[in-house]
């Protein structure tokens, strides 16, 4: 019994180290056992470029998603309120409408950093920034019809200015030069309120264009 047992260990050793490599040769080797890890690496997302996001908050003022012409703004250039009309046209560009964007909002683009104007305070602080800023454009580009009535566009929304207003779009529907809906409306408005006869009629064109 004595003689048995450490023969006995040895071939159970013995075929174990056998199976082992039997195991490997037939490709059944356990690789997990010693392969890294591999860390997966998340691509970085591309920014986008300032003027595509320019040309973005474009198309969303035309398609009046005013908040989303904003945010496009905004993110583009976090510091706009701040940067001055005619530092690049890519710049100025983007001052005009988000501008645009803050008048026919009345004074609110919600959810926009800046320009939420949750209080009346806020939203009219607003209104006079976009208004002040449309004024400073028209002046870099005088005698201009669309920046004459962007401008007049935004003092219609201001009731002290609502008669510089109507000077300019009534000047532009004589040379036939209003070319904005907003600004059609606008001229309707202030004619109507002043008893114009012809105001039922300019706010249809506005409606119908």
């Known amino acids: 019994m004595t003689l048995k047992t450490p023969i006995l260990l040895a071939a159970l050793l013995g075929a174990a180290t056998a199976a082992g490599s039997d195991a490997r040769a037939c490709g059944y080797f356990d690789y997990r056992q010693i392969r890294p890890a591999v860390q997966q690496i998340r691509p970085k997302p591309v920014p986008v470029a300032a003027n595509d996001r320019v040309a973005a908050a474009d198309q969303r ?10 945010t496009e703004v905004v993110t583009a250039f976090p510091a706009i309120r701040h940067i001055p009309v005619g530092a690049s046209p ?7 409408i988000l501008s645009l964007a803050v008048v026919r909002g009345e004074g609110t683009l919600r959810g926009v950093p800046g320009f939420s ?17 449309l004024r400073l454009i028209d002046t870099a580009r005088p005698n201009d019809p669309v920046t004459q009535a962007d ?14 207003s109507l000077a300019i779009l009534a000047d532009l529907a004589r040379r036939d030069l209003v070319g904005s809906a907003h600004a059609y409306a606008a001229l ?18 506005a409606a119908s264009s």
């Open 61 to 70: 003022l035309e398609e009046e998603r005013l908040a989303e012409a904003g």
């Open 90 to 96: 890519l710049e100025t560009r983007a001052l005009r």
């Open 117 to 133: 104007g949750a209080r009346e305070a806020e939203r009219s602080a607003n209104l006079e920034w976009a208004l002040g800023t």
């Open 151 to 164: 401008l007049a566009e935004a003092l219609a929304a201001r009731t002290q200015h609502e008669d510089e």
């Open 188 to 205: 309707a408005r202030l004619r109507a309120s002043k008893g114009d006869p012809g105001a039922s009629r300019e706010r249809w064109s």
